[in-house]
């Protein structure tokens, strides 16, 4: 089992920064946190995929709509991964959810590919 704590969202305003961090505990060793992504869900909106990375940290992925603007690193010695976002767009306004898998094959964007889920924290952008 892994658990998955999220922390770090707050207010910010428009063009701002903001690092959310996902710590893991349990069996973070045994394979279960292969892939670590990044999912958000608005308002009255479906939950949709963020940024994924592989273990390694040389692999990422980005929803075009944060591409150039959110990076996702990891830090394996402290089982932890964070999601570094600039330019804030209230758009970007969402609970932000952790989300861990085993390997690396099927579709990292999927949240049915997801085995453990974090509580979620809230990133409030105001325009």
């Known amino acids: 089992q892994v658990q998955l704590v999220e922390s770090g969202g707050g207010l910010v305003q428009a063009g701002g920064s903001l690092r959310v961090s996902c710590a893991a505990s349990?069996?973070?060793?045994?394979?279960?946190?292969?892939?670590m992504g990044w999912f958000r869900q608005a308002p009255g909106k479906e939950r949709e995929f963020v940024a994924a990375i592989r273990r390694g940290g040389g692999v990422t992925y980005y929803a075009d709509s944060v591409k150039g603007r959110f990076t996702i690193s990891r830090d394996n010695a402290r089982s932890t991964v964070y999601l570094q976002m600039n330019s804030l767009k209230p758009e970007d306004t969402a609970v932000y959810y952790c989300a861990a898998r085993s390997g690396y094959t099927g579709s990292y964007y999927r949240i049915s590919e997801y085995d453990y889920w974090g509580q979620g924290t809230q990133v409030t952008v105001s325009s």
């Open positions: 349990g069996r973070t060793f045994s394979g279960y946190t292969d892939t």
